[in-house]
């Protein structure tokens, strides 16, 4: 039976505040060559993906591990398309870049906070996104625009890397290149008494929440995937990927196209262990605090994302009406309710998955719906937390996998552009992509275990500041704070 295995800062913390004005204009020659050296080393990620994060224990003496670790991830949702919404929600953002080709004097404007993860309680930072035959040059990075076009990765191997601190190849979920097995935090949850779960906007078993609940080398081995995840030991298992409904949220004949026949079969004859509904009615229900198991399994009554891929063109957010469908703030608090039972702590990955799905289409007002769909789902989060939990136990992180689309401003040529617009209308905005960026995405930390996120962050962009790399979450979980020691 496959099953996931159940095995086994004192010292201030740099605060990299959204609204920094980072610069090394007039640096000097050492600095240049500083970055250079580094984003060469950056290429050797083969021998990367495989070295420890060693121990934080002498840089943060008394420093108190997460009991909860909640893993937010809005998939596709790069620095630009949180301004995007940010803008047409305000009019104003952070993270602007706007001039010609150079790292050395180019600055990220200042903004007001607009979403809850902006606020003064957050720190930030940025994370690199690249897989294991690739890496992340600062310093190309900003003065070439069309490096990040190149050596992506997609969410396969970003997923693994986020998920058990080990890089790997595009196409790989839960193995490393050569295809072993790898632990991911919601093994190692279960393993040390915890509960687990994911959560996603698009079909459960696609390639994010996959990462922190299966394990194959082909990412498109969906069926397998999905027999994988309802034959594990995960408490919660929320998601799109209904059989018998299109992307209306319409009854339809069956397509098993993320779940197979038979695993539907199992899922509704109640033997799999999960207590299973697919009805929007019960993730509200749960939502409210009406929780009688341990163990939930929801497939959301559509066929691949709750709205995104709903009828109909959408010129401005909102002006197409929405599915009669449950959403993901919704989703995150019932799981949330679900694994909160569990007085050992718990691990959950919740995505904003068709964040990217718009990336890919190039969906400009969708793209605005479904990251505030995202945003609303952290402010759902931020509440849970202080009406349920505290920020001494608790650690929540939201970042990207990765960029999709190459959103940025109008007309960029050889130089960056920044997206400009006042409150309610569509940023000025060109998409240069229909498929993943290789540039930095942003990092918001809240919580329990924070301080030593951004203490982590040993890496440095000429432009965005000092960076994480995406295992480096994963090796504190593993590594530092859910320890086998530590059970």
């Given at each position: 039976m496959s099953m996931l295995r159940r095995s086994v800062r004192s010292v201030s913390a740099v605060t990299f505040s959204a609204c920094m004005v980072v610069s090394i204009a007039g640096a000097g020659v050492a600095q240049s060559q500083s970055l250079e050296s580094q984003s060469t080393a950056a290429f050797g990620s083969l021998q990367q993906a495989g070295s420890s994060l060693g121990s934080l224990e002498d840089l943060l003496p008394g420093g108190k591990a997460p009991k909860n670790i909640i893993y937010m991830v809005g998939d596709g949702m790069g620095f630009n398309h949180v301004a995007n919404t940010n803008l047409f929600e305000s009019g104003q953002s952070r993270y602007a870049v706007e001039g010609e080709a150079d790292g050395e004097a180019l600055e990220e404007a200042g903004g007001e906070a607009v979403q809850v993860y902006e606020g003064d309680e957050w720190q930030q930072s940025s994370m690199s996104t690249y897989p294991v035959d690739s890496g992340y040059d600062p310093v190309k990075a900003w003065n070439d625009n069309d490096y990040i076009n190149q050596n992506v990765t997609d969410s396969a191997a970003a997923g693994t890397a986020m998920a058990t601190g080990q890089k790997t190849l595009n196409g790989m979920i839960g193995v490393d290149a050569e295809g072993n097995e790898l632990e991911n935090t919601n093994e190692r949850a279960l393993s040390i008494g915890k509960s687990a779960g994911v959560v996603s906007s698009v079909p459960f078993n696609h390639a994010t929440p996959a990462a922190w609940g299966a394990h194959n080398s082909d990412r498109n081995a969906l069926h397998d995937m999905a027999d994988e995840m309802i034959d594990s030991d995960l408490n919660v298992i929320f998601g799109a990927g209904h059989p018998d409904f299109d992307d209306n949220a319409a009854g339809r004949d069956a397509k098993y196209e993320y779940l197979s026949e038979e695993g539907q079969d199992l899922l509704e004859s109640g033997d799999s262990g999960f207590e299973y509904?697919?009805?929007?009615?019960?993730?509200?229900?749960?939502?409210?605090?009406?929780?009688?198991?341990?163990?939930?399994f929801g497939l959301a009554p559509v066929a691949t994302t709750l709205q995104q891929n709903r009828d109909g063109e959408s010129v401005v957010p909102g002006d197409v009406p929405a599915n009669d469908v449950t959403d993901l703030p919704t989703m995150s608090t019932a799981a949330l309710n679900v694994l909160g039972q569990d007085e050992d702590g718990?691990?959950?990955?919740?995505?904003?998955?068709?964040?990217?799905?718009?990336?890919?289409?190039?969906?400009?007002?969708?793209?605005?719906e479904e990251t505030q769909d995202f945003n609303?789902?952290?402010?759902?989060?931020?509440?849970?937390?202080?009406?349920?939990?505290?920020?001494?136990?608790?650690l929540v992180i939201v970042t990207a996998d990765h960029e999709t689309g190459y959103l940025s401003g109008e007309d960029q040529?050889?130089?960056?552009?920044?997206?400009?617009?006042?409150?309610?209308?569509?940023?000025?905005?060109?998409?240069?992509?229909?498929?993943?960026?290789?540039?930095?995405?942003?990092?918001?930390?809240?919580?329990?275990?924070?301080?030593?996120?951004?203490?982590?962050?040993?890496?440095?962009?000429?432009?965005?500041?000092?960076?994480?790399?995406?295992?480096?979450?994963?090796?504190?979980?593993l590594e530092?704070?859910?320890?086998?020691?530590g059970k």
């Amino acid at each position: 039976m496959s099953m996931l295995r159940r095995s086994v800062r004192s010292v201030s913390a740099v605060t990299f505040s959204a609204c920094m004005v980072v610069s090394i204009a007039g640096a000097g020659v050492a600095q240049s060559q500083s970055l250079e050296s580094q984003s060469t080393a950056a290429f050797g990620s083969l021998q990367q993906a495989g070295s420890s994060l060693g121990s934080l224990e002498d840089l943060l003496p008394g420093g108190k591990a997460p009991k909860n670790i909640i893993y937010m991830v809005g998939d596709g949702m790069g620095f630009n398309h949180v301004a995007n919404t940010n803008l047409f929600e305000s009019g104003q953002s952070r993270y602007a870049v706007e001039g010609e080709a150079d790292g050395e004097a180019l600055e990220e404007a200042g903004g007001e906070a607009v979403q809850v993860y902006e606020g003064d309680e957050w720190q930030q930072s940025s994370m690199s996104t690249y897989p294991v035959d690739s890496g992340y040059d600062p310093v190309k990075a900003w003065n070439d625009n069309d490096y990040i076009n190149q050596n992506v990765t997609d969410s396969a191997a970003a997923g693994t890397a986020m998920a058990t601190g080990q890089k790997t190849l595009n196409g790989m979920i839960g193995v490393d290149a050569e295809g072993n097995e790898l632990e991911n935090t919601n093994e190692r949850a279960l393993s040390i008494g915890k509960s687990a779960g994911v959560v996603s906007s698009v079909p459960f078993n696609h390639a994010t929440p996959a990462a922190w609940g299966a394990h194959n080398s082909d990412r498109n081995a969906l069926h397998d995937m999905a027999d994988e995840m309802i034959d594990s030991d995960l408490n919660v298992i929320f998601g799109a990927g209904h059989p018998d409904f299109d992307d209306n949220a319409a009854g339809r004949d069956a397509k098993y196209e993320y779940l197979s026949e038979e695993g539907q079969d199992l899922l509704e004859s109640g033997d799999s262990g999960f207590e299973y509904f697919d009805d929007s009615e019960t993730f509200a229900d749960l939502a409210a605090g009406n929780v009688s198991s341990d163990r939930y399994f929801g497939l959301a009554p559509v066929a691949t994302t709750l709205q995104q891929n709903r009828d109909g063109e959408s010129v401005v957010p909102g002006d197409v009406p929405a599915n009669d469908v449950t959403d993901l703030p919704t989703m995150s608090t019932a799981a949330l309710n679900v694994l909160g039972q569990d007085e050992d702590g718990f691990q959950v990955m919740i995505e904003g998955g068709a964040i990217d799905w718009t990336g890919h289409a190039n969906e400009s007002a969708r793209n605005v719906e479904e990251t505030q769909d995202f945003n609303a789902a952290v402010e759902a989060v931020n509440v849970w937390v202080e009406k349920n939990s505290n920020w001494d136990e608790t650690l929540v992180i939201v970042t990207a996998d990765h960029e999709t689309g190459y959103l940025s401003g109008e007309d960029q040529g050889d130089g960056w552009k920044a997206l400009h617009g006042p409150t309610g209308q569509l940023p000025s905005h060109q998409w240069y992509s229909g498929n993943h960026t290789n540039q930095l995405v942003p990092v918001f930390v809240r919580g329990a275990g924070a301080d030593a996120v951004i203490a982590a962050a040993d890496k440095q962009d000429p432009v965005r500041g000092s960076y994480i790399d995406n295992t480096t979450i994963a090796k504190l979980t593993l590594e530092n704070w859910w320890t086998a020691e530590g059970k």
